[in-house]
Structures are given as structure tokens and as C-alpha cells.
């Protein structure tokens, strides 16, 4: 439907969409198909390349590699909106490579993190997060202990500023977004 509504409006209609189901949803039930198991971390037997993605089984997000390189760090000379702090633009080393999900952690990955560890808190309602509903959401009213705790649990850490900066310019420098210089609300930016 709202795929529909998009085409036929030209894009200029995007209905909200939110659902409750935390699971798949069948009329009729599809015969059963059984999953290809993958980890996520696996380098020593199965080296990742740049940009190839894995399913961690824990938290059922994709997880991407991101080899080592140098970048330039920080505001980038044509963008005009930077903060003091992103100023100036210097050159970082990332010596590791490192996995970061290709997502935001989701609602529904986190629910399998709360299943799994009873004693941390559900996240606080907010304007896009209405108790849990909409699983493929962004988490959001999480501490940073939280996450922290998320991140051990699903296999990780938490990236540093480096890392995912580096992570999510994608290789393009002197460019304000990974895509180019251009924001467009509807299909690069929520």
C-alpha cells in the first residue's frame, strides 16, 4: 500500500506506517523453508571483504565489514551547518578492521535482547516508539549502559566516533553525506 500510494501520488504521499505484528503474519501458512545459519564473526575461517554483510543469529541484524584505512575526519570544507566541535577536518588511521550493523538496532532486535536478559528495562515511549509496536523501527530512550550491555550481548561494542564516521561516509571524502552533498527528506533522511 505504501509503495502504491508513493508511485501514484509521485512522492509526494508517504502514509505513516505502523504495525503491531512482532512476528510473520500468513493467511495461509507457507511451506516450511529452513534458514541458511551464518555467524557474524567468523573471519578466521571465512574472511569478510569490504562491505560484505553476515546475519548475526543473536540479534538477527546484518552486520557489515569495514576494512582499515586513513580519512579525513570531521566537517567537511562546503558544508556550512557544522558545529565548533566538528571542526577542523583532520586525518584518522583506522588500524582494525571492524563489523557495524548496516541498521539502526531495531525494535524487534531489541525485544530479543530484553527476552534474553529479563532484567534490563523496556525502553521509554516516545514519538516514533509507542510501546514496543512497529519492530522494525529504531530503539530509542535506551542508556548508554544499556547499549552498552546490548552490545556485549549480541557479540560487539559500541564503535567509536572514529569508526563510525569512517564507517558511514562509505569512502567518499569531501562529500556532506554519503550519497553527495544533497538531502532529500523522503528518501534519504527520516
Same mark, same amino acid.
Given at each position: 500500500?505504501?509503495?502504491? +500510494? &508513493?508511485?501514484?501520488?509521485?512522492?509526494?504521499?508517504?502514509?505513516?506506517?505502523?504495525?503491531?505484528?512482532?512476528?510473520?503474519?500468513?493467511?495461509?501458512?507457507?511451506?516450511?523453508?529452513?534458514?541458511?545459519?551464518?555467524?557474524?564473526? +567468523?573471519?578466521?575461517?571465512?574472511?569478510?571483504?569490504?562491505?560484505?554483510?553476515?546475519? #548475526?543469529?543473536?540479534?538477527?541484524?546484518?552486520?557489515?565489514?569495514?576494512?582499515?584505512?586513513?580519512?579525513?575526519?570531521?566537517?567537511?570544507?562546503?558544508?556550512?551547518?557544522?558545529?565548533? &566541535?566538528?571542526?577542523?577536518?583532520?586525518?584518522?588511521?583506522?588500524?582494525?578492521?571492524?563489523?557495524?550493523?548496516?541498521?539502526?538496532?531495531?525494535?524487534?532486535?531489541?525485544?530479543?535482547?530484553?527476552?534474553?536478559?529479563? *532484567?534490563?528495562?523496556?525502553?521509554?515511549?516516545?514519538?516514533?516508539?509507542?510501546?514496543?509496536?512497529?519492530?522494525?523501527?529504531? +530503539?530509542?530512550?535506551?542508556? =548508554?549502559?544499556? *547499549?552498552?550491555?546490548?552490545?556485549? =550481548? &549480541?557479540?560487539?561494542?559500541?564503535?567509536?566516533? &572514529?569508526? @563510525?564516521?569512517?564507517?558511514?561516509?562509505?569512502?567518499? *571524502?569531501?562529500?556532506?553525506?554519503?550519497?553527495?552533498?544533497?538531502?532529500? #527528506? @523522503?528518501?534519504? *533522511?527520516?
Amino acid at each position: 500500500v505504501e509503495k502504491n +500510494v &508513493a508511485s501514484q501520488s509521485g512522492n509526494t504521499q508517504r502514509p505513516y506506517v505502523v504495525s503491531s505484528v512482532r512476528d510473520n503474519f500468513y493467511f495461509m501458512q507457507p511451506e516450511e523453508v529452513k534458514p541458511v545459519e551464518k555467524t557474524v564473526f +567468523v573471519r578466521e575461517q571465512e574472511p569478510m571483504k569490504a562491505g560484505e554483510s553476515r546475519l #548475526n543469529q543473536k540479534d538477527q541484524l546484518n552486520y557489515v565489514w569495514i576494512p582499515p584505512g586513513d580519512f579525513a575526519m570531521g566537517c567537511v570544507p562546503t558544508d556550512t551547518k557544522c558545529s565548533e &566541535a566538528e571542526k577542523p577536518q583532520h586525518a584518522v588511521k583506522i588500524t582494525k578492521g571492524f563489523c557495524i550493523s548496516s541498521t539502526e538496532v531495531t525494535l524487534g532486535s531489541y525485544q530479543i535482547f530484553l527476552d534474553a536478559n529479563p *532484567a534490563h528495562k523496556s525502553p521509554g515511549k516516545s514519538k516514533s516508539q509507542r510501546g514496543g509496536i512497529g519492530t522494525e523501527l529504531p +530503539v530509542n530512550e535506551v542508556t =548508554w549502559q544499556d *547499549a552498552q550491555d546490548y552490545c556485549h =550481548w &549480541a557479540g560487539g561494542r559500541l564503535p567509536t566516533e &572514529a569508526q @563510525w564516521e569512517y564507517a558511514a561516509r562509505g569512502g567518499r *571524502a569531501d562529500q556532506i553525506y554519503p550519497w553527495g552533498n544533497a538531502i532529500n #527528506n @523522503w528518501e534519504q *533522511a527520516n
